[in-house]
């Protein structure tokens, strides 16, 4: 006997759902054409320059970036 959607979600919550716990992919799930692909768009100079940047503290009060200025 089938169940119905809504017998599969009968007593579903956050907690017996374990939405807390997102798996990440392995390396072997995304495969190496993904990692390859990834790293031909990477700039390592830029990359470098960011890292210089940044420097050695810890981020303080005020230095998340704003919605708008992640995109």
């Known amino acids: 006997m089938p169940l119905s ?3 599969l979600l009968k ?3 956050a907690e017996r759902a374990h939405a807390d716990e997102l798996a990440q ?3 072997d799930e ?3 054409r993904y990692f390859k692909a990834r790293a031909a768009r990477g700039n ?3 990359a470098l320059e960011t890292v210089k940047k940044a ?3 810890l981020p303080g009060d005020g230095d998340a970036l704003s ?3 992640s995109k």
């Open 5 to 7: 959607e809504a017998d």
């Open 11 to 13: 007593g579903l919550d």
């Open 25 to 27: 992919p392995s390396a």
């Open 30 to 32: 995304m495969g190496e």
């Open 44 to 46: 390592v100079a830029q």
């Open 55 to 57: 420097g050695s503290e």
């Open 67 to 69: 919605e708008a200025d």
